[in-house]
Structure formats: structure tokens, C-alpha cells
């Protein structure tokens, strides 16, 4: 599950293909034999969420919970989880995706019907947690979308591209972390580190500044919150192409967390593995850089506050003293700056000395 | 300092001057306590002979009087026992002339009801009254008469005899009056719906000012055992029912007085009686001083020892005919009906009988029905001063798992040879400890019943939706699974339905 080498992702897709079938296998086994199917997973209550050290995210506890079809309260959300399992057996064997407002429609058509949206993202949730895979492995996308721009050459795997490469510097607005570019095979690549931007108007700038070429840089665009699917990507750059991954945000406690969901993981996530590159750097913009780059700032306000203070109590922070050490200096200065401050000093001065001496500060 | 006046006034007058107690206080009471007093003699006329109750109610619009009332002509014909013609101008002309003075259940007790209604009719719409009836016999007799408002005597108008061919019998009743249909309407159409139930061997049929036709069908000719006459019990004595005994009995002694005019009074209970009070046994009745006879009936009150009333006297429905009439009027899903025993209060026996019906086509009105019944009359007023309702009010329905908003009627009938009337106008029954217990007691009865079905129902109703449940996803399981797990046949799931119906009767 962990181990993703070159012709990972069509050994992956194999891997849950047979996961899904012998779900139904078993399922229909007990039918079979007379006996109240039941399935058994992993408790997602927060009673069962853990941080794991060693592996630097949450995980999920021993605590396990069985839906059984003898409880009839059960029996609605079996059935949903039975179709979801075919459903994503369906999309995944015929290589097509879908999003999980598609899966809320899709199921109507099996008189399935979902309450709404939120009861069929958490049968998809359940589905991940029976399985162990995320559910982009079975090609369920959100709709959120990020993208990239660099040097790597890229193979598809999709239907009617299968075999085609392409890349990733071809498209001056970078190339959207979609279905196809998730599910594609890395040919190769000239470069040595990795840039995640939280923002798309920095990460155009970079583009427009050369800094792929400048600092031989995979830039990766976020656009704030970075969906699974980039995650996993992000995750495949540094483990597949073995590249350091560094991570620019703005100052503020909600920058610092885009971060380190990059870098650990969620809690809502603790269920799977592979979405985490637990060696990922956050470079900037940090508390301290506000101080000594004297930037342009606004005040905290009381939610950034109230946040920077759950965050110091959050295991993740507790790893690197880097992390204490922000949130301190933050809860200081009580200001937060944005990247776009860098302006002050002229439109290059971030790439020109922030960013390379960030990247060396934080190498 | 002038003379007083001192005037009597007959009991036709009284009640005329007093017709509001009687039910007659204004055009729409009047036109449905008219209906009332006819239907309900004819109701006992049938039932005195065991003949199920055939009757036929006709109101007609004569003419416009005001904006609200309109002169109406009300006919009721019946195939009860016919009155001799002796006795015709006085049963519909003098006031407090009746036959049912007799100690027995029936719907008449006054000698006054049909009276007023023809009194109220005269004194509106200034015509004379026709009744037509025959026992059966070769002839049949018509009358008109008019009351004689001050002598309490009828006036006869005209009478004819014609033969009676086809052997009829049975009374009819026709005479003009005052009234407002339409705002009595509900009540009148109420009335005779609640009529049928109680009475669910009797046809009911009525035609209204608008040409519309109403029956009620009966759905059996099974009529409750008809009462017996029956003597006085010693504990509903009074002073001036002692008095009329005396004045009419042969009995020389005490003994013998008790003996004969007293019911279930035994030669041994006279003597421990007389014993109990001091009164000479061999004393005559009719020597007795007006003190003594005080002492007798207060002594009488007092005694321990004489055996309660049986209930010979009364004819209450009976739980077949009283579910019966229900299932045949308010076609409801659930009936618990439940006939108490014999109760007294102050000498006089009753009887309750209480039913709950739920469900079909009775409506959850946010509170119970009510329909209250005294000798198979329905009570159609003064529902919130009803000893019924206080009864119904004060009783912890949650204990039985019902509550208002639910579709429920209760049917409480009470029996006896003296309904405790609070009114002339015969609509409510007063609150007496004794008849309070025996309605409660015989709603509980009747709530437990309920409560057993709603239980009973609910259960069936989970595990039918159980089971729906089950046979909804179960298929679904199995096809998905079967596509999923890439296999031709459908696993078979035949057998852990069946499962899940045997848990159901667990
Ligand atoms: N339809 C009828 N068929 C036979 N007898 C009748 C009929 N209507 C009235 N009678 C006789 O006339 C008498 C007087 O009737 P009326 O209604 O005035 O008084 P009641 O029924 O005795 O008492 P109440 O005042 O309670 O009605 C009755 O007792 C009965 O003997
Ligand atoms: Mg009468």
C-alpha cells in the first residue's frame, strides 16, 4: 500500500479492484450461507483518532464497529455502502471518474436515493475506511482543483490517452490536478525540489519569474486548502521522485495550517494513509519573517486567536519546535501578513531574496 | 294594606309559563326538543311490546314567520302499541298524564314530554294537534284537540273512526309549530344518528324541510330483554311516596304493608324491621299519624339490613347491542364495550355501560367524543356539566398509553329506573359518588381493552414495517453484492427472510 514505485498507480488500481470484489465476495458468501451479512471497520468516532508519532499523522485506534444486516438500523447504510462498493468497482474497472455530488445522483438510479449530499460523502467515507484506500484510488474526485507547473514528464494512464505523455511545463497556467494527472505514471524530471503555493496569484508569478527554472522547482498550487487528490500528489513527488517538498503560505495561523495538513495529515483523514509527506518543509511566511522582513501586516483577529491557541495544544504542533516557536512569536507581534506583502519591497523581491533564502534556511 | 291574591295555576300552565325547563326555550331548541319527546314515545310504544321500532319523522315548511323562524308541520308515525282511544285526548292533552309512572326503565317518566311539544306547537302556530292510532284492532281513531292551557284538559276539536283494513297498528302525531330548522339542523341530524346507535335494532327515518332523506337501518331485530315492573325499594322512599301507598293499599297491618309494596321485602326483613324501628307490627297503615309516617320513612333510609335491588327493572343494551349499534354508526376500526353490574344509588338501580371505539371513520378531533346515553336516550347538551365528562377529565388516560389527539369516542350509557336527571329537560347526568364509580370503573375496563388492541396494533405495525425494511435492501444487498463479487445467480435470500418473519412472532 505504501510502496509506490514507477507502475504504482496501475498496480494500485489492481489492488482495489480486488479489494472491492472480494468485499461483494464475502457479502454475497453469507447471503449465500443464510447468515446476516455483516462488515467490519475501523471506529471513526474521536474517541478512536490518534496521533501517531512515528508516522506523523493520525490514525485510527483498534476500536472496531460492525454493520451488521441483522440490526435494522443498519440496514439502510449497508445497502448504500454495498452500492457505493459497486458503484466505484464500476468506475474504477471501466477507468472513468466521477465526483461525489455524481455519486448522490448516480444512486438514484438504483432507488438508493441518498437523504442528502452529506450521508452519501460519509457512505464514501465508510467505503475508504472498509477498504483502506482514499477515494480517489476508486476514482471518486472532489471538486476542488489545484495544479502544476515544472519539469516532470508525465505518462497517462486515463482511456484514450493511455501511453501518451506530456509535459508539465506545456501549459503556462499549469496543468489542474484532475483524475487523469492523479492517475499517471512519473517518466521523469530535471528537478530537485518541490514549491507548494498556497495561492494561485503567487504561483503564476512564479511561473512568470522563472523560479521552475531559477531553482529547478516543481510548483505546486494549492489553491488554499490542498484537496486529497494534491495531497497525494505532493506525497508522490517527494516519495516516488524522492524531491524535497517545501511549502509557502501566508503568515497566519490558517497558512501555518495549510501546511501542516501537507505535512501530517487531518484527523477527518486519520482512516488512510498516503496523503501525508511527513518530511515537507513549511518555509514561510512565518511569524518571524514578519518581524525580520518588516512586512506590511493586518492585526490578528479574535478567531485567529482562538485558533493559533488550539493549535499549540494540537499534537501535530508538538513535533518541531519550529511550530511552538511561531505560534509564540504570532500571539506576540498579534499580526498576520499576507505573500502578496512582499510587494512592498517590488514585484521580484520575494523571488529574488525571500524565497531563496528561505529555501535555504529551511532546507 | 291591600289583600293578597292567591291563584293556582294548573300544571299545563306551569309548564307553559316554565317551558324553558322542559327544553323548549327558543325556536331552535323547540323544533329539536319536539322531535325528541315524539320519537322517544315512540321508541318505548314499539319496545313495550318487543317490536322493533319502525319510525318516521317528517318536518315540513309551512310559511316565513321572521327572518329566523318559520311555522314547520311535524309528523312522526310508529308501529308501537297504539293507544285506546279512551285514552288519546288526555295522553296528549293534560299535562303529567302518562302511563309510565310504573317503576321501570323506560324513556318516559314524566307524563309531560309529548304534552309539550303540542303545547309549544298551540301557543306557535295556533293548531289544533292530530293524532291518529289504533291497537290494532278493527278501527282506527284520529283526533284534533287543543290544550286547555289553564284547566290542563284537552279540547277535542273533531275525532272520526275509520276501519282498520290492512291491521295497522301504531300512533301517528302531526301538529304545527314554531321553529328554526336550520340552526337546529345539526343537532336534529345528531340526534338521530346517536338515536341509532343506542337503538341499533330500530329503522329511523327521516325526511327535513329540504326534501332531504335521512335512514338509519337497523342491523338487528335482537332487542334487550324488556324491563319488569317492579315495587319501590325501602331506601328511595319519600315521605309523599308513602303517603300515596297508603292511601291505596288493602293491607290492614304493617306487615303485610311491607310485605306487598316494598321490593324485596321478605316476611323476615318486615319483622327485623319493625323490630328496628318500634313500629307495631299489627298496626294499620293507614292509622299512622303524619309523624310516624316521617319516622317510617327516615327509619327506612336507615335500616341496614334490606337486600339492594335487583335489576330486574332494567334494560340496559347489553354489550353485543351496544357494539353492535357502534360498528353500525361510527364504523370505527376497535370496539371495547363493557356492561357493569347492578349498582344503586338511594334505593334506585342502575346500570352502566361504557364503550371506546377507535380508529375507522371516527376523526381525531384534539379530544375524545363523547356520546352520552341515559335509557337509550342520546344527551346531546350540557356535555361539560356531565358527571361523564368530569369522570372522563379526571382519569389518567397516559396510564393506558391514550391520549386526546387520537381518534377515539367514548360511549357512556347509564340505566335505571330514576336516570338522576340535573334538569326537566332530561340532558345531564348529575354527579352522585355512586354512579361517578361505576362510569369509571367501567371506562378503565374498557381503556385497558383499548390498550391491549393499540399495543397489539403497534406491535404488528413494527414488525410490518420491520419486515418491509428488510425485504426493501435485503434484494438490493443481494444484487449488488452478486454483481460485485462477479458471480451468474443471486445468492438466496429466501431463507433469511424467513428469519426475520419468525423473529416477528416471537
Ligand atoms: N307514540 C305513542 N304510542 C303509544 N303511546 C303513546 C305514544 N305517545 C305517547 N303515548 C302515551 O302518552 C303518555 C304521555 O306521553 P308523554 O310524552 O306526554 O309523557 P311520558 O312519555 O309518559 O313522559 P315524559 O314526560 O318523560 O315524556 C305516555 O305515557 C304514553 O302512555
Ligand atoms: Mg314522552
Known sequence: MNSNSAGSVVERRKVVLERLRRLGEEIYEQLDKGIFPSIEMPSRSIENIYYDTKLRQYVLGDKRVRRSVRNIRHLRSFTQLIWAALFSYELTSQRKTSTLRDVYYSAQAYEMSFKDQQESNNIITDLETVLGFSREDFNIFPEERSAVFGDLTIRYTVPGYEGKTLNLTSHPDGVMIGPALTSAEFVETSADKVIAIEKGGLFTRFIEENVHKRFNAILVLTAGQAPRATRHFIRRLNRELKLPVYIFTDGDPWGMHIAMVIISGSANAAHLRDLTTPDAKWSGVWATDIVNYKLPTDPLDEIDIKRLYELQRDPRYQNDPLWQREINTFLKIRRKAEQEAFSRYGLTYIVDEYLPAKLEQTK | ?506
Not at chain 2, 291591600?2 to 306551569?14: G, L, M, Q, R
Not at chain 2, 314524566?110 to 294537534?129: C, S, V
Not at chain 2, 290492614?252 to 319493625?274: I, P
Not at chain 2, 327509619?299 to 360498528?327: H, M, N, Q, V, W
Open chain 2, 1 to 506: 294594606m291591600s289583600e293578597a291574591t292567591f291563584e293556582e295555576i294548573s300544571a299545563s300552565d306551569f309548564f307553559y309559563r316554565n317551558r324553558d325547563i322542559a327544553g323548549f326555550s327558543n325556536p331552535s331548541r323547540a323544533i329539536f326538543a319536539a322531535i325528541r319527546e315524539l320519537v322517544e314515545n315512540s321508541l318505548d310504544a314499539a319496545e313495550s311490546i318487543m317490536v322493533p321500532p319502525d319510525i318516521y319523522v317528517r318536518l315540513s315548511f309551512e310559511k316565513n314567520v321572521s327572518k329566523e323562524t318559520q311555522i314547520y308541520r311535524l309528523r312522526v308515525e310508529d308501529n308501537g302499541t297504539g293507544i285506546p282511544p279512551r285514552h288519546i285526548p288526555l295522553a296528549f292533552g293534560q299535562v303529567l298524564y302518562g302511563s309510565k309512572y310504573k317503576l321501570k326503565q323506560q324513556r318516559g317518566t314524566f307524563g309531560l314530554g309529548g304534552k309539550m311539544a303540542i303545547l309549544y306547537g298551540q301557543i306557535t302556530a295556533h293548531e289544533p294537534a292530530t293524532i291518529i292510532s289504533s291497537t290494532g284492532s278493527t278501527h282506527i281513531f284520529m283526533f284534533k284537540i287543543m290544550i286547555d292551557i289553564q284547566r290542563n284538559r284537552p279540547i277535542i276539536m273533531d275525532r272520526k273512526v275509520l276501519l282498520n283494513k290492512s291491521g295497522w297498528r301504531g300512533t301517528i302525531v302531526e301538529f304545527a309549530l314554531e321553529g328554526d330548522y336550520f340552526r337546529a339542523m345539526p343537532k336534529i341530524i345528531e340526534y338521530f344518528k346517536q338515536t341509532a346507535i343506542v337503538n341499533p335494532y330500530a329503522n329511523l327515518t327521516f325526511v327535513d324541510p329540504r326534501g332531504r332523506l335521512y335512514r338509519f337501518t337497523r342491523a338487528t331485530t335482537v332487542m334487550p330483554e324488556p324491563p319488569k315492573e317492579t315495587l319501590p325499594h325501602p331506601y328511595g322512599v319519600d315521605v309523599e311516596l308513602l303517603q300515596r301507598l297508603i292511601q291505596i293499599t288493602p293491607h290492614e297491618n304493617m306487615l303485610d304493608f311491607l310485605r306487598n309494596h316494598f321490593h324485596r321485602v321478605g316476611r323476615k326483613t318486615a319483622e327485623k324491621f319493625l323490630e328496628f324501628s318500634g313500629i307495631d307490627a299489627s298496626k294499620n297503615p293507614k292509622k299512622l299519624s303524619h309523624e310516624e309516617v316521617v319516622r317510617l320513612a327516615q327509619k327506612l333510609k336507615e335500616f341496614k339490613e334490606f337486600i339492594p335491588p335487583d335489576a330486574s327493572c332494567l334494560s340496559p343494551l347489553g354489550e353485543e347491542l351496544l357494539r353492535t349499534g357502534i360498528l353500525k354508526e361510527l364504523k370505527p376500526e376497535f370496539v371495547a364495550v363493557h356492561q357493569r353490574k347492578p349498582a344503586t344509588y338511594s334505593g334506585h338501580p342502575f346500570i352502566v355501560e361504557a364503550a371506546i371505539a377507535y380508529g375507522g371513520e371516527i376523526p381525531a378531533k384534539g379530544q375524545f367524543l363523547l356520546y352520552r346515553f341515559a335509557n337509550r336516550i342520546p344527551l346531546l347538551y350540557d356535555e361539560a356539566s356531565d358527571v361523564a365528562t368530569k369522570v372522563i377529565n379526571s382519569m389518567n388516560w397516559r396510564r393506558y398509553k391514550v391520549t386526546p389527539d387520537m381518534p377515539i369516542a367514548i360511549v357512556v350509557h347509564i340505566c335505571s329506573t330514576k336516570v338522576p336527571y340535573k334538569t326537566v329537560g332530561k340532558e345531564f347526568i348529575a354527579d352522585r359518588p355512586e354512579v361517578r364509580r361505576e362510569i369509571a370503573n367501567a371506562l378503565r375496563e374498557v381503556a385497558r381493552q383499548l390498550q391491549r388492541f393499540l399495543s397489539k396494533k403497534e406491535h404488528v405495525n413494527r414488525e410490518k414495517k420491520r419486515m418491509g425494511v428488510f425485504s426493501r435492501y435485503l434484494p438490493k444487498i443481494a444484487q449488488f453484492s452478486t454483481k460485485l463479487a462477479g458471480k451468474e445467480k443471486p445468492p438466496d435470500i429466501e431463507k433469511l427472510l424467513r428469519s426475520v418473519s419468525r423473529l416477528e412472532l416471537e
